[in-house]
């Protein structure tokens, strides 16, 4: 129920506010993005899917791209280094992937898949304390050294293979497995330390060794 006329008092634009209420001011709660911070996708994909004689099958695909941001719009200034990417020689990048099945006899069938990857993108910091600047507000800041698109982790680089056979007894359908991860044994460096300071590039994960599975799996 609104509030009797003697409560409320005249707004300037025309509007009300009630004294009853304690609402003497109002905010505006609304949000818009940025005009200015953008991504923008450059690239071409390509993929196939083939069938093969004999019940074999090939399919696969290439992506090459780039993703360029401008993201200068922000609350902190300190965050504004690097902030457009478009001024930094971000390079494309190609990733590629193929898999295919091939039956054999007895009832075996062979799959392998092969996918290279691009490394991920480091981004080395450095971090500033308040032992450093003592007047800092917050506790620390990071700040990006190298340019966008200028250092990346390994290329990933990995060949997996299976074999299965379908064994059929009366109603149930088993189908015993061995499969073999990372046959090339590729050691990629996946990730790193990227802070500034004594252990600066220190290795933090590889792409897991090579590995030999079994497995069975029953249906009935």
């Known amino acids: 129920k609104a509030p009797p006329e003697c409560n409320r ?3 300037p634009r025309g509007l009300e506010y ?3 209420s304690g609402v003497f001011g109002r905010v505006n709660e609304f949000d818009t993005n940025s005009p200015n911070n953008r991504r923008v996708y450059n690239g071409v994909d390509v993929s196939i899917n083939m069938r093969l004689p004999r019940g074999a099958s090939l399919n696969g695909g290439t992506s090459t791209g780039r993703v360029v941001a ?3 719009d922000v609350e902190n200034a300190n965050n504004t280094r690097f902030c457009d990417q478009t001024q930094s020689a971000v390079p494309y990048q190609t990733l590629f992937k193929v898999s295919g099945t091939y039956p054999l ?3 075996i069938r062979v799959s392998a898949n092969y996918q290279s990857l691009p490394g991920t993108e480091r981004s080395i910091i450095y971090a500033v304390t308040r032992a450093l600047v003592p007047l800092m507000t917050q506790s620390s800041q990071n700040i990006r050294l190298n340019e ?3 250092t990346y982790n390994d290329r990933v680089n990995q060949l997996d293979l299976n074999l299965t056979k379908s064994i059929r007894v009366n109603n149930v359908d ?3 497995e061995i499969g073999l991860f990372n046959i090339l044994n590729g050691s990629a ?3 790193q330390v990227n802070t500034f300071g004594p252990t600066l590039g220190r290795v933090n994960t590889i792409l897991a060794a090579r590995l030999l599975r079994f497995g069975l799996t029953m249906r009935f």
């Open 70 to 72: 401008v993201t200068c």
């Open 148 to 150: 966008p698109g200028s």
């Open 9 to 11: 008092a005249p707004d």
């Open 18 to 20: 009630s004294v009853v």
């Open 189 to 191: 460096v996946t990730a």
């Open 174 to 176: 088993i189908r015993p």
């Open 105 to 107: 006899p007895y009832g």
